[in-house]
């Protein structure tokens, strides 16, 4: 089993930025594809991105494609989402998740083994 641990979340204004960072730990992760869901209340939770466990294919839904940017850090148990020209409509709690049998390749929740506790992101107009 794998723990994952967000960071980065808070308040930012409209066409701001905000950076978000996600930390795995446990056996086995560097074999993990990660990616970033959020949801907002009474809302099924949102594929946002997700990177394969190369950190070499990246897929982002088409909300958020040309304005967030997903990697894997220089630690590989860490990923990133750089999150510009930020909107209203971004405004969610954000989850990290982790999976092992798609690459990255899939937008469905169900698809993900685990589960971070979430990050709020709040955007202002």
């Known amino acids: 089993q794998i723990q994952l641990k967000e960071s980065g979340g808070g308040l930012a204004q409209a066409g701001g930025d905000l950076k978000l960072s996600c930390v795995a730990s446990g056996p086995s992760w560097s074999s993990y594809a990660m990616g970033w869901f959020r949801q907002t209340p009474g809302k099924e939770r949102e594929f946002v991105a997700s990177?394969?466990?190369?950190?070499?294919?990246?897929y982002y839904s088409d909300s958020v494609r040309g304005r967030f940017t997903i990697s894997r850090g220089d630690a590989r148990n860490t990923i990133l989402m750089e999150m510009n020209n930020l909107k209203p409509e971004d405004t969610a709690i954000y989850y990290c998740a982790a999976e092992r049998w798609y690459d990255g390749n899939t937008r469905r929740a169900s698809d993900y083994n685990y589960w971070g506790q979430g990050t709020q992101v709040t955007v202002s107009s």
């Open positions: 990177v394969s466990w190369r950190g070499d294919s990246t």
